[in-house]
């Protein structure tokens, strides 16, 4: 029987990627059309999360985080994930009193860039998460380097995905300056970019990104299906 996954969410467009990205793909694993695993979401507010975020409460984000688990748990599911890159950082700080495993969403961009052969990663997501050691932590397990955007370009980031992004509004002008950023990366050597923000994957891809993308929302989905699916 497949295996129950619990979706710990953050913003409404991170985590609804990665819920239609499990309905969308189950297929290939779960014999045939319309077929996936059995799902469960539980979020706060987002405003509960970004209150903890500008004041450095990071223990006030486990709380959020443990409050969906024990929700999640309850309902019935197996294991969780979290589609938001940022409040990863407050993972850690759960430990053992997680009632269920989780899956990494870092860990999870690292192996597939080490599948992938890449050996050196630009990182772009909110500041939390670019001024954190969640993917640092994780490449460096893989022997992957990586380089951060100038902090001009970070604090602009930061301002596209929390107040256009997480609201849905996806304009032309936070797509070049996403590509703009990119290729500056490119010139300072990266050899791929990690979409280490849920979001950005809806308005960046292979397709117009001057350097091949892991985007974070999907591969984390993935994950959760191939989880769902062992033994």
């Not at 497949?2 to 290939?28: M, W």
């Not at 450095?56 to 969906?68: E, I, K, N, P, R």
């Not at 301002?159 to 609201?167: C, D, G, N, P, V």
Request: hydrophobic share 45%.
């Amino acid at each position: 029987m497949a295996k129950h996954i619990g979706i710990v969410a953050c913003s409404a467009e991170g985590a609804s990627l990665c819920y239609r990205t499990i309905c969308a793909e189950g297929a290939r694993l779960f014999g045939g059309a319309h077929a996936h695993p059995e799902v469960s979401l539980h979020g706060h507010s987002l405003a509960d999360y970004v209150v903890c975020l500008e004041r450095g409460d990071w223990q006030g984000v486990a709380a959020l985080m443990l409050a969906s688990a024990g929700k999640l748990a309850a309902a019935g599911a197996n294991f969780l994930i979290c589609p938001d890159n940022t409040i990863h950082a407050a993972l850690p700080l759960i430990g053992a009193r997680s009632p269920l495993p989780w899956l990494h969403i870092a860990e999870i961009v690292a192996a597939e860039a080490s599948r992938r052969g890449y050996r050196r990663l630009g990182l772009l997501g909110t500041r939390w998460l670019v001024e954190s050691e969640v993917y640092p932590r994780a490449l460096a397990a893989r022997d992957i380097a990586w380089v951060r955007p100038e902090p001009a370009a970070c604090a602009e980031i930061n301002r596209l995905i929390m107040q256009e992004l997480t609201a849905g509004v996806f304009t032309p002008q936070a797509i070049a300056y996403h590509q703009n950023v990119v290729a500056r990366l490119k010139e300072q050597g990266c050899d791929a970019v990690a979409l280490a923000c849920t979001e950005i994957p809806l308005i960046l891809s292979d397709q117009n990104s001057p350097l091949p993308t892991l985007d974070s929302t999907r591969l984390l989905a993935r994950a959760a299906l191939e989880h769902a699916a062992s033994s």
